[in-house]
């Protein structure tokens, strides 16, 4: 089974860099996401890591360590459309399809 | 840019009727998904399609789902007897290496 753990909502100000953390148990792990979701819409990939360290795109970044089963999703220069849902997920490797496990998403507020 | 397509955007029913849910996937993706949202909860696994037959589905995709790739393009999903609790945004998904989402298809069953 999967289980995934991320806060429910963050606030930050605008132009200040946010870190969401992200912590994980899964018996077939094979890389982690990390997706956007404005309400109402779809989630919208971000960034993608299967092997320890930085993964940097622009003013977002994620880390993943798998040893301690931890991810976070880094991002700079806040900008008031930031504001959304930002969601965990886990990739399951144990099945040839690789499923997406998402975590319950944690509501980032961007402040002026 | 190519991407997954879904229909209707919103769909209303009566609880106890069947609902087609409908997807065109990226072209040349192999793996395709069904994931559901009620609102306010995260995002869930439904069932995962890959070479015409299901790969893997959870403990939701019970026998009132089915799914269905009835040519080269569409994928579908069917609830044969809506439930209230079956309201909730569903999405399509695609992929070779990472997954794309579609837009969502918001069905109701009242």
């Known amino acids: 089974g999967q289980n995934i753990d991320q806060p429910t909502e963050m606030t930050a100000t605008e132009g200040a860099i946010v870190q969401i953390n992200c912590t994980y148990q899964t018996s077939g792990f094979n890389g982690l996401f990390w997706y956007q979701q404005h309400a109402g819409e779809a989630p919208t990939f971000l960034s993608y890591n299967v092997l320890d360290g930085l993964e940097e795109k622009g003013r977002f970044s994620s880390f993943l360590s798998r040893s301690k089963g931890y991810s976070y999703l880094l991002l700079k220069e806040l900008q008031m459309k930031d504001s959304a849902s930002y969601l965990c997920?886990?990739?399951?490797?144990?099945?040839?399809?690789?499923?997406?496990?998402f975590g319950t998403g944690t509501r980032l507020t961007v402040i002026p | 840019e190519p991407e997954v397509t879904q229909t209707p955007s919103h769909q209303v029913t009566q609880m106890g009727q069947e609902v087609i849910l409908r997807c065109v996937p990226i072209?040349?993706?192999?793996?395709f998904y069904w994931y559901r949202q009620i609102l306010g909860q995260k995002v869930e696994f439904l069932v995962s399609f890959y070479n015409n037959e299901i790969s893997e589905k959870s403990e939701i995709f019970d026998d009132q789902f089915s799914v269905e790739r009835p040519d080269g393009s569409n994928f579908t999903l069917k609830i044969r007897s809506t439930k209230l609790e079956d309201s909730a945004m569903y999405f399509c998904a695609s992929r070779n290496n990472e997954q794309f989402f579609g837009p969502g298809t918001r069905l109701t069953v009242l």
């Open positions: 997920a886990v990739r399951d490797g144990e099945t040839g399809a690789n499923n997406l496990f």
């Open positions: 072209s040349n993706h192999l793996y």
